[in-house]
C-alpha cells in the first residue's frame, strides 16, 4: 500500500499542474490582451523562465537542509506571489519583477523546484525496479491534470466572454484562480509528515551540492539544457497561440485541442515503464523521443487545421515516454545522498534552456515564418537524442 506522504505528493501534482495548464493555454492570450507586442511577450516569458533558474536552483539543491516541505511550500507561495503581481498590474517592468521572482509555467510543465523534491521523497517508497512505474503513473496524473486545466480554462474563458466581459478581465479571472490554486498548494504540503524529510547527513562542499556524482551530473545536464532550450521553442503557450493566429481558434477549441494531447502524453508516459523493463531506459528515452521530434517538424507545414491537430496529437501520444525513464535514470545513475541535488540541477538545468527560446520563438510564431520555432525545435531534440545516446550508452 502507498504510503499517506505519497499520496498526499500524488495529489499535490494533481493541483499544480491542473493550475500549469488552467494558466498556460490563456498566458500569451492574456498579455497580448493587455497591449503587449510579441517581442514584449517573448521576453517577459523568457525572463519567468530565467527566474525560476535562479529559485528552483537555490531551493532544491537545499532542500534537504531547509527542510522539503519548507522547500515546497516557499514554492507554492511564490506561485501566489506572481499570480498576484500579473493579476494587479499591466506595467511592464512590475510583470518583469514578479516573472522574476514568481513561480508561473508558460508550458503547462512543471517549474519550480516541486519536481525535484517530490521525485526524490517518492523515490523512497519504492523498490528501485518499482520507480519507472511509479514516476510514469506520477506523470500520467499529472498529464491528465494539465490536459483538465486546459480544457476547464478554455471552456470557463469562453464562457466569460460569451456573458459580456472584455478579454482582459476574462483571462485576468484565470491568473487570480491561479494564485488561489498556489495557497490550495501550500495548505496541502504543509500537511507533509516528517517522513518526507532525509536524515541529516553530510553536505558536499562545492555551490551544487554534488560531489561524487558531479560528472554524471553535469553531462546530463547539459544535454537536458538543449532538450530543453528546443522545447521552449514550443512550449504550450506559443503552440496555442500559434493555432489563434494560424486558424483563429477560440479558447474553448484550444482548450479541447490541449486537453487531448495532454491525455495522449499522460498515457505515453505509463506505456514508457512496460517498455523500459524490455529496452532498457537509455533505449526508451531516445528510440521513442526520435519519432515525436519528426512529427513536430511536420505540424506547421499541414495545410489543413484537421491536419495539424492530428499531427500534433500523434506527436504527443509518443512524446512523453522519455520523461518517466529520464527521471528514473537519474535518480539510479547518481549516490543516493545527493539525489536531491542531482533533481534539482538537472531540472533547472532544463528550465535555464528553455529561458531564452521564446525570447526567440515568439517574434516568429505569428508572422510569416511560423514554421522556424518548430522545425529548430525538432531538429535540436534529434541532435539532444544522439547526444544522451553516444554519452550514456555504457552507462547502466
Given at each position: 500500500m502507498?504510503?499517506r506522504d505519497?499520496?498526499?505528493?500524488?495529489?499535490?501534482?494533481?493541483?499544480?499542474?491542473f493550475?500549469?495548464?488552467?494558466?498556460?493555454?490563456?498566458?500569451?492570450?492574456?498579455?497580448?490582451?493587455?497591449?503587449?507586442?510579441?517581442?514584449?511577450?517573448?521576453?517577459?516569458?523568457?525572463?519567468?523562465?530565467a527566474?525560476?533558474?535562479?529559485?528552483s536552483?537555490?531551493?532544491?539543491?537545499r532542500?534537504?537542509a531547509?527542510?522539503?516541505?519548507?522547500?515546497?511550500?516557499?514554492?507554492?507561495?511564490?506561485?501566489?506571489?506572481a499570480?498576484?503581481?500579473f493579476?494587479?498590474?499591466?506595467?511592464?517592468?512590475?510583470?518583469?519583477?514578479?516573472?522574476?521572482?514568481?513561480v508561473i509555467?508558460?508550458?503547462?510543465n512543471?517549474?519550480?523546484?516541486?519536481?525535484a523534491v517530490e521525485?526524490?521523497?517518492?523515490?523512497?517508497?519504492?523498490?528501485?525496479?518499482?520507480?519507472?512505474?511509479?514516476?510514469a503513473w506520477?506523470?500520467l496524473?499529472?498529464?491528465?491534470?494539465?490536459?483538465?486545466?486546459?480544457?476547464?480554462?478554455?471552456?470557463?474563458?469562453?464562457?466569460?466572454?460569451?456573458?459580456?466581459?472584455?478579454?482582459?478581465?476574462?483571462y485576468?479571472?484565470?491568473?487570480?484562480?491561479?494564485?488561489?490554486?498556489?495557497?490550495?498548494?501550500?495548505?496541502?504540503?504543509?500537511?507533509?509528515?516528517?517522513?518526507?524529510?532525509i536524515?541529516?547527513?553530510?553536505m558536499?562542499?562545492n555551490?551544487?551540492?554534488?560531489?561524487?556524482?558531479?560528472?554524471?551530473?553535469?553531462?546530463?545536464a547539459?544535454?537536458?539544457?538543449?532538450?530543453?532550450?528546443?522545447?521552449?521553442?514550443?512550449?504550450?503557450?506559443?503552440?496555442?497561440?500559434?493555432?489563434?493566429?494560424?486558424?483563429?481558434?477560440?479558447?474553448?477549441?484550444?482548450?479541447?485541442?490541449?486537453f487531448?494531447?495532454?491525455?495522449?502524453?499522460?498515457?505515453s508516459?505509463?506505456?514508457?515503464?512496460?517498455?523500459?523493463r524490455?529496452?532498457?531506459?537509455?533505449?526508451?528515452?531516445?528510440?521513442?523521443?526520435?519519432?515525436?521530434?519528426?512529427?513536430?517538424?511536420?505540424?506547421?507545414?499541414?495545410?489543413?487545421l484537421?491536419l495539424?491537430i492530428?499531427?500534433?496529437?500523434?506527436?504527443?501520444?509518443?512524446?512523453?515516454?522519455?520523461?518517466?525513464?529520464?527521471?528514473?535514470?537519474?535518480?539510479?545513475?547518481?549516490?543516493?545522498?545527493?539525489r536531491t541535488?542531482?533533481a534539482?540541477?538537472?531540472?533547472?538545468?532544463?528550465?535555464?534552456?528553455?529561458?531564452?527560446?521564446?525570447?526567440?520563438a515568439?517574434?516568429?510564431?505569428?508572422?510569416s515564418?511560423?514554421?522556424?520555432?518548430?522545425v529548430?525545435?525538432?531538429?535540436?531534440?534529434?541532435?539532444?537524442?544522439?547526444?544522451?545516446?553516444?554519452?550514456?550508452?555504457?552507462?547502466?
Amino acid at each position: 500500500m502507498i504510503p499517506r506522504d505519497a499520496r498526499l505528493l500524488f495529489a499535490t501534482r494533481i493541483v499544480r499542474l491542473f493550475a500549469y495548464g488552467f494558466l498556460s493555454l490563456q498566458l500569451v492570450l492574456y498579455l497580448s490582451a493587455l497591449g503587449l507586442d510579441d517581442h514584449r511577450i517573448g521576453l517577459l516569458l523568457s525572463l519567468t523562465l530565467a527566474g525560476d533558474v535562479i529559485i528552483s536552483l537555490y531551493l532544491s539543491t537545499r532542500a534537504d537542509a531547509i527542510g522539503r516541505r519548507r522547500t515546497l511550500i516557499a514554492g507554492a507561495l511564490l506561485m501566489v506571489v506572481a499570480a498576484a503581481a500579473f493579476a494587479s498590474t499591466h506595467t511592464f517592468l512590475l510583470l518583469v519583477a514578479a516573472a522574476t521572482i514568481g513561480v508561473i509555467s508558460p508550458s503547462g510543465n512543471e517549474v519550480g523546484p516541486f519536481l525535484a523534491v517530490e521525485q526524490v521523497a517518492l523515490a523512497h517508497v519504492a523498490p528501485s525496479a518499482d520507480r519507472t512505474m511509479l514516476f510514469a503513473w506520477y506523470n500520467l496524473v499529472g498529464s491528465f491534470a494539465t490536459a483538465t486545466g486546459a480544457l476547464a480554462s478554455g471552456a470557463f474563458t469562453d464562457l466569460l466572454l460569451v456573458r459580456g466581459h472584455n478579454p482582459v478581465s476574462s483571462y485576468r479571472t484565470v491568473v487570480i484562480a491561479y494564485g488561489l490554486l498556489g495557497i490550495v498548494l501550500a495548505m496541502m504540503f504543509a500537511r507533509l509528515s516528517r517522513d518526507v524529510e532525509i536524515d541529516a547527513a553530510p553536505m558536499a562542499r562545492n555551490l551544487l551540492h554534488v560531489e561524487r556524482s558531479r560528472k554524471v551530473v553535469l553531462r546530463l545536464a547539459g544535454l537536458f539544457a538543449v532538450d530543453s532550450f528546443a522545447g521552449g521553442l514550443v512550449v504550450q503557450s506559443i503552440v496555442a497561440y500559434w493555432f489563434y493566429v494560424r486558424f483563429g481558434l477560440t479558447p474553448s477549441v484550444l482548450g479541447s485541442i490541449f486537453f487531448g494531447a495532454n491525455l495522449l502524453a499522460g498515457v505515453s508516459a505509463l506505456a514508457a515503464a512496460r517498455i523500459a523493463r524490455r529496452f532498457g531506459l537509455l533505449n526508451t528515452m531516445v528510440f521513442t523521443h526520435l519519432p515525436s521530434n519528426i512529427l513536430l517538424i511536420l505540424v506547421p507545414f499541414m495545410p489543413t487545421l484537421p491536419l495539424a491537430i492530428g499531427v500534433l496529437l500523434l506527436r504527443f501520444s509518443i512524446s512523453q515516454m522519455d520523461v518517466p525513464t529520464r527521471q528514473a535514470y537519474v535518480i539510479a545513475a547518481v549516490d543516493p545522498a545527493e539525489r536531491t541535488a542531482a533533481a534539482g540541477i538537472t531540472g533547472v538545468a532544463r528550465t535555464a534552456g528553455a529561458a531564452l527560446a521564446p525570447a526567440l520563438a515568439m517574434p516568429l510564431i505569428a508572422g510569416s515564418k511560423s514554421w522556424i520555432p518548430f522545425v529548430a525545435a525538432g531538429a535540436l531534440k534529434i541532435l539532444y537524442d544522439i547526444g544522451l545516446l553516444k554519452s550514456f550508452r555504457e552507462t547502466r
